[in-house]
């Protein structure tokens, strides 16, 4: 039986490997964390994370042929093919701080892979991780073998977090990276013959290693850039009168650009897009590409003004205040359908409000009070860390308040920033919760969710990324 075991039980390796389980009942998957917290909530029926579909797969499998565990060196040194999808955080000191990864939880998950490996192994990285990466890795695993042949392959993970699952059963398409040589041909075939249990072989694309590792950081920019170009133009909209959601349709239309990821929203968030693009930048600069690196770089600016224009809106609407003001805030994940708050919009919306010194009530129906406070807490970068290792702050933000359902978030608030787009905030009754606010009561739809002229006859002022001003918004015009 071919034994898989995967270091790093997160939101990439815990959701992979249990399709690789359901998929290949003939394959025994091990996935392994040094975090006992994180291993003992996938052994139980509260998963770490929130994925739909999640829990059915890992029910399915778990105790049959997928085990989580915190004995890693055991689980490493029994497998056939090692995945490994560790932590790459940014750096935040010495050379390349804010833009190069730091890669010492690869360096150590490779150390001890040549450690306590004794039989061949296939190593992959599944982490996204920088363009040559896998070579470093296997400088290490080879000068440290005591004779045992490694080969690494790069297989990138493309899922997106809330269609995990769907994304994982029915990819766009498998990219496998390995060396050009006979061996490294024979491990690529291995891994191809895992994924060829259930994805069609001619979607299996196989490259050289540098090609796949480029390639994931390359989709990940691509995307961003597309909600940044549109982000760019929801503010021309505004400014003009167009409509971003008309624009972007028309645009979409087009099929040599396609409808996909054209939503205006108050900007991307999410572990993958700035990493890698500040990832992308760095290797430019190091390879002497100026100008290719500063064309990246506006993407992340572009997402930058999004959410500082947003909060400009905010508080120039309100007069130019909003210090003392009740502000609900609906919605804290970086997308709807996760709990996922890594590098969410809403940190830094909210850290914008705060220092204007306003009071947030905050209601997102997947993210806790305590990841909330932690979040608003923490420095730009400290995300990244294995959840026991992360910097934890004395003190808890004390204008904010968390509570568990949106009529409490916006009682006897002064506006409402949607940050977002649960569907259940489509739904609301928001004439009750128009009745329990301050007046003139505003809201501000970072993600283009509510009907706005529903709400203009309640009696709202409204703001919607992108759209025609509200007179009132035109008479407060937001100065960045
Ligand atoms: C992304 C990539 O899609 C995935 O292929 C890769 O493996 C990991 O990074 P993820 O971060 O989970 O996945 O979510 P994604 O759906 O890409 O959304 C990223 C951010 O962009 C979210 O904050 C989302 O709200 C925002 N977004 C997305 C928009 O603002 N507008 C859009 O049209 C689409
Ligand atoms: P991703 O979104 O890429 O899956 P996560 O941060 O969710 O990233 O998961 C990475 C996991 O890797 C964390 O649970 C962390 O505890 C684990 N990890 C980091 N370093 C090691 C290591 N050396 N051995 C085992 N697990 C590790």
Redesign the pocket.
Known sequence: MVKICCIGAG??GGPTMAVIALKCPDIEVAVVDISVGRINAWNSDQLPIYEPGLDEVVKQCRGKNLFFSTDVEKHVSEADIVFVSVNTPTKTQGLGAGKAADLTYWESAARMIADVSKSDKIVVEKS?VPVKTAEAIEKILTHNSKGINFQILSN?????????IQ?LFNPDRVLIGGRETPEGQKAIKALRDVYAHWVPVERIICTNLWSAELS?LA??AF??Q??SS??AMSALCEATGADVTEVSHAVGKDTRIGP??????????????QK?ILNLVYICECNGLPEVANYWKQVIKVNDYQKTRFVNRVVSSMFNTVSGKKIAILGFA???D?G?TR???AIDVCKGLLGDKAHLSIYDPQVSGEQIQRDLAMKKFDWDHPIHLQPLSPTSVKQVSVVWDAYTATKDAHGICIL??WDEFKSLDYKKIYDNMQKPAFVFDG?NVVDAEKLREIGFIVYSIGKPLDAWLKDMPAVA
């Open positions: 939101y990439v996204t990138p993970e493309f899922l997106a977090e809330g269609t995990a994304d994931k989709a990940n995307l961003a597309r909600i549109v982000n996909k990821f054209l939503n205006a929203s108050v900007g991307f968030g999410g572990s993958c897009f890698d970086f997308k709807k996760t996922d590098e969410t919009p977002t787009e993600r």
